[in-house]
């Protein structure tokens, strides 16, 4: 089977890696040319192809690129894939991309995924054929999606070593409101309350020998690439309000307890979150 990826960075570059080495062909395009020699110095692709060429003649098109790119790719790859071909993406949120696809005549044949998998530093350089392994991965079809597209996507899923979790777009980002982009939110506030002062003055946190490991794990996110994270809290927002709104209210509650010396209610507080699941 044949597999096309448009956007060869550290999510496609690894699905094209993985699906490689799972024994399928793997063709690729990226818009920059470093991005494709890289997959192809390691094997990661067998060869590139222009978009067009790679969406007529692959089984399954994968868009790996940013969420407003890919809503703009949908009806381009469609338009030019076998009307057997089967159409995906990788996109963190899945409402705009579903609602592209179920406005094309493909779509029966588009399934929105999203592989819970990735890294604080991003680009093809950091692809990792390894990077799905033992992941949730999330499957989203369309309530026109027909059984056949929808079990395709499960197997290449299956095949990188992720685990295919069936759910709607609009429970998908309902969910990862909470526990993709909260987290990343708080890494990054975090990280700038560190650095700067209520005056505007170096904090005095940020000397090194007064950084616990702990730290060093909360600030991870805060690596991230801004471009891509302003796509995906945009095309969340609704949701991601509705989270940091949550998320406020219960530091606000811990903050009531500690300026009222109340340490019943700080360790009753402290004893919930670590009963919660994880």
Request: aromatic content about 4%; hydrophobic content about 40%.
């Amino acid at each position: 089977m044949r597999v096309g990826i448009v956007g060869l960075g550290l999510i496609g570059g690894s699905l094209a890696g993985a699906l490689t080495a799972a024994g399928y062909e793997v063709w690729g395009c990226d818009s920059q040319p470093a991005a494709e020699g890289h997959a192809l110095e390691h094997g990661y692709i067998l060869t590139t192809k222009q978009l067009e060429d790679l969406a007529t003649e692959s089984d399954v098109v994968i868009l790996a690129t940013p969420i407003p790119e890919t809503v703009d790719l949908i009806p381009r790859a469609a338009s030019r894939m076998r009307a057997d071909a089967v159409l995906t993406d990788v996109a963190s949120v899945k409402t705009p991309i579903i609602s592209a696809m179920n406005r094309l005549d493909a779509g029966p044949r588009c399934v929105g995924g999203h592989p819970m998998a990735g890294k604080a530093t991003g680009g093809h350089e950091s692809a990792d054929p390894e990077l799905f392994r033992d992941a949730p991965y999330a499957v989203v079809p369309s309530r026109w999606t027909e059984g056949r597209a929808s079990t395709l996507v499960e197997e290449i899923v299956t095949a990188v070593g992720a685990r295919p979790i069936i759910v709607d777009a609009k429970a998908h980002d309902e969910q990862v409101a909470y526990t993709s982009h909260l987290p990343q939110l708080l890494s990054t506030a975090l990280s700038l309350t560190l650095t700067t002062s209520p005056t505007g003055s170096e904090a005095p946190a940020t000397e090194s020998c007064l950084r616990g490991p702990g730290l060093a794990g909360m600030l991870r996110l805060a690596e991230s690439d801004e471009r891509l994270w302003s796509g995906i809290l945009l095309a969340n927002s609704e949701h991601v309000l509705t989270a940091t709104e949550a998320f406020r209210d219960r530091l606000d509650e811990l903050s009531t307890a500690i300026r009222s010396g109340n340490a019943e209610a700080i360790e009753n507080f402290m004893r919930q979150a670590r009963q919660e699941p994880s």
